[in-house]
């Protein structure tokens, strides 16, 4: 998938979308020789690359330097990426001047977490022609205000905003919008009332798509288990095998043999 069009053909063909997040370069290439889909430099790396404890220590340069870092290794795949914490609520021309400096180094699109407020920018960058993804029910950069990661939309109140939400969305003109840790039911319905898909994590199997942490369906966070991730891989035990054989090697003197040798 190379374009946002065909983010809107998948869903008129009944076609689920496979995404997953990326932050790097060598996982790019693997990736890019895969059947996924898309690619979304998230604004995560603040956590499983740097090890802050939430996503909102993102800043536009950090962004930047993963985005340009996937982009060499990313070909063949749409790449979208996060807009940092604040990044837009700073006014619409702070908006697109990162807007432009993502497009410039690699992205295709940007992802903006909420509506609201939002929306005016979000049409703004629109405007300007940057395809923008939107992103609703548990958004990470409002962590603090939510209370922590909890699911959204769980009362008919709450459950309301998100699809009024939703709807805004997709009339200012976002291509797709991610729906995050909300009631599968309530995911079904905004999926059947817009026309642009959906894209989910931890909202249930209606939605137009799915998409993961890259680490976390590799299984490389130990003792990381959340309720909506299917880990693929037992990664981080693979991994340290791996690292414990090498050592064993080295310190029993069996690496580098004679074939490995000059």
Known sequence: MKSINEFQNKKKNNNPITMVTCYDYWSAKIINET????????????????????????????????????????????????FPFLAHGKGKRFAIEVADKYLKNGANAVKIEGAGSTIDIIKELIDSGIPVMGHLGLTPQSINSLGGYIVQGKSSHDAEKILNDALQLESAGCFAIVLELIPAELSKKITEQIKIPTIGIGAGRFTSGQILVLQDLLGLTKD???????????GFELIKEALNNFNKDVKENLFPNDEESF
């Open 35 to 82: 059947e996924i889909d898309a690619v979304l430099v998230g604004d995560s790396a603040a956590m499983v690359m740097h090890g802050f404890e939430s996503t909102i220590y993102a800043e536009v340069e950090m962004m930047l330097y993963h985005i340009s870092a996937v982009k060499r290794g990313l070909k063949d795949k749409l790449l979208i990426a996060d």
């Open 224 to 234: 990381f288990q959340p309720k909506f991730v299917r880990k693929y891989l037992n």
